[in-house]
């Protein structure tokens, strides 16, 4: 069974720094693109970042480009979110997904994953 447990989320002011986790359990993790979504109160969810297999290529939403970073770290079966100069806008529940292609490559559609997480807040005061 696929698992993925978030953290790191929590309350920060705008121009502050967060890392988010997420940990996978029940597949090979490294075999697998990875991505972050996020869901704001009252909106649907939107992509946020994505990796490939192996972490080799990423790609961004454009409205945080330059701002957050994904990462990953295979032998510990996680992947991040480093998140600088946040904005109040950036407030939402973020939720890590496993790409559901084996050696896939990275993609910003929900249909391309499989497995999700429970997701982990955050908010981002003005």
């Known amino acids: 069974q696929v698992q993925l447990v978030e953290s790191g989320g929590g309350l920060v002011q705008a121009g502050g720094s967060l890392r988010l986790s997420c940990v996978v359990s029940?597949?090979?993790?490294?075999?697998?693109?990875m991505g972050w979504f996020r869901q704001a109160p009252g909106k649907e969810r939107e992509f946020v970042a994505a990796?490939?297999?192996?972490?080799?290529?990423?790609y961004y939403a454009d409205s945080v480009k330059g701002r957050l970073t994904i990462s990953r770290d295979n032998a510990k079966n996680t992947v991040y979110l480093q998140m600088n100069s946040l904005k109040p806008e950036d407030t939402a529940v973020y939720y890590c997904?496993?790409?559901?292609?084996?050696?896939?490559?990275?993609?910003?559609?929900?249909?391309?994953?499989?497995?999700w997480g429970r997701g982990t807040h955050v908010t981002v005061s003005s």
């Open positions: 029940g597949r090979t993790f490294s075999n697998y693109g």
């Open positions: 997904a496993v790409g559901r292609r084996y050696h896939g490559g990275y993609s910003y559609y929900p249909s391309e994953y499989n497995y």
């Open positions: 990796d490939s297999w192996g972490g080799g290529s990423t």
